[in-house]
């Protein structure tokens, strides 16, 4: 088992390893917590949901569960208010605590419902999905999505607790296994052309342990440094301007990892375009996302996307922020104004 500390907020730890899960319980009780509502989905929960439920009981701490339909089309206002109404019900105070169960999308709701209950209240998320486990689980985004766009509400409200059990990895769907693969390729992108070599030359699944430990030690370093995400943190969005307008203009049929993958490429191949990367750059991305399937260019004609890219919240005082890519371990923010978006986009190759 690996513990990572993350130093914000109170700080808290993240552990990741084997067999965790069976000891949830004991964790929730050293926080004093009397009740816990176990947030998850319909597909993570009859899988997971009996263990922490037991292990929780073995310390008398009261469980409750609301189980979402899986999918992104879930993390919405109407789910949101009946999470509430249930944690109502269920008499949840200030010190129980709230455990999401499952991947990003019920932990940005379970964070969201934790940080808005009672003004907030304790939160341990148990990432299952790989993204989870890499990403959305540490660093403290919670959000939801409007029929305008994709998490335009949110708050920063950090877990108290984190444990990515990677035995639940094991019955992830391969689909989602390579949507994961696409935010590990992003943190290696950022971090280093040996991380990005080790993952394409092996395979992520056979050094999980290894792979999500370096991944959060990454995203640490963000977040630490940047809680709030006003400058460095916003490095993470790599591949995700474009990714989100994807996802949003699919009706989030499109996974977000394949659309974090394609922002990646297409936004890769516009910076080849401008001369800001090499193609040799480009090609080390391209065989990363080729060896776990994923796609490496925008799936929808620029027209359709570029109202949901001027909508998305990353747009400030009139400006889109893109992350760009000069060479592997070398990213930065350039802010474009929306009525120069549509031609500098042209210009780079994307139609
Ligand atoms: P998800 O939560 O929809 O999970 C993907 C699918 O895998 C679902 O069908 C789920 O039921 C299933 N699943 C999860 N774990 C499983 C397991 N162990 N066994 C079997 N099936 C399992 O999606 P995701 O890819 O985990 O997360 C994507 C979401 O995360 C998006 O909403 C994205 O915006 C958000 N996100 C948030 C942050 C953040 O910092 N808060 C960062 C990245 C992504
Ligand atoms: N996933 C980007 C962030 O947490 O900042």
């Not at 922490?52 to 879930?74: F, M, N, Q, W």
């Not at 984190?162 to 693969?181: A, F, K, N, Q």
Request: hydrophobic share 40%.
């Amino acid at each position: 088992m690996r513990k990572l500390r993350i130093n914000v907020s109170g700080g808290y730890d993240v552990l990741i390893g084997s067999g965790l899960l069976l000891s949830l319980g004991e964790q929730i009780a050293k926080m004093g917590a009397e009740k816990a509502c176990i947030v998850s989905d319909d597909n993570v929960f009859p899988l997971y949901g009996d263990i922490l439920v037991s292990s929780l009981a073995d310390t008398g701490v009261k469980a409750e569960k609301y189980v979402i339909l899986h999918g992104e089309r879930s993390k919405n206002l109407n789910v949101y208010a009946s999470l509430m109404e249930r944690m109502r019900d269920f008499r949840l105070s200030g010190s129980d605590v709230l455990i999401a169960l499952g991947g990003g999308v019920v932990g940005d709701l379970g964070g969201f419902a934790a940080s808005t209950y009672h003004r907030g209240i304790p939160l341990v998320q148990i990432p299952t999905s790989l993204l989870a486990c890499v990403d959305s689980s540490v660093g403290g985004k919670t959000a939801l999505n409007l029929p305008s766009g994709k998490n335009q509400l949110g708050t920063f409200y950090q877990p108290s607790l984190v444990i990515c059990d990677i035995d639940t990895l094991h019955t992830l769907p391969t689909e989602e296994y390579r949507c994961g693969s696409a935010e590990i390729i992003k943190y290696a992108i950022l971090e280093s052309e040996d991380f990005l070599r080790e993952i394409t030359d092996n395979s992520i699944g056979d050094m999980y342990e290894v792979v999500i430990s370096r991944c959060v030690d990454i995203k640490r370093r963000y977040v630490e440094a940047d809680e709030f995400d006003r400058g460095k943190r916003m490095l993470l969005n790599f591949g995700h301007t474009l990714g989100h307008a994807i996802e949003a203009e699919s009706n989030y049929s499109v996974s977000h990892g394949c659309a974090v993958a394609a922002g990646m490429g297409a936004i890769t191949s516009l910076c080849v375009e401008k001369g800001i990367c090499s193609g040799d750059t480009e090609k080390l991305l391209l065989s990363a996302l080729d060896k776990y399937s994923l796609p490496s260019a925008l799936m929808y004609p620029l027209d359709r996307l570029l109202p949901l890219i001027l909508n998305d919240k990353k747009s400030r005082e009139g400006k889109i922020r893109f992350v760009l890519l000069s060479q592997i371990g070398n990213c930065f923010i350039h802010e474009i104004h929306e009525e120069e978006l549509d031609l500098w986009l042209r210009n780079g190759g994307l139609k």
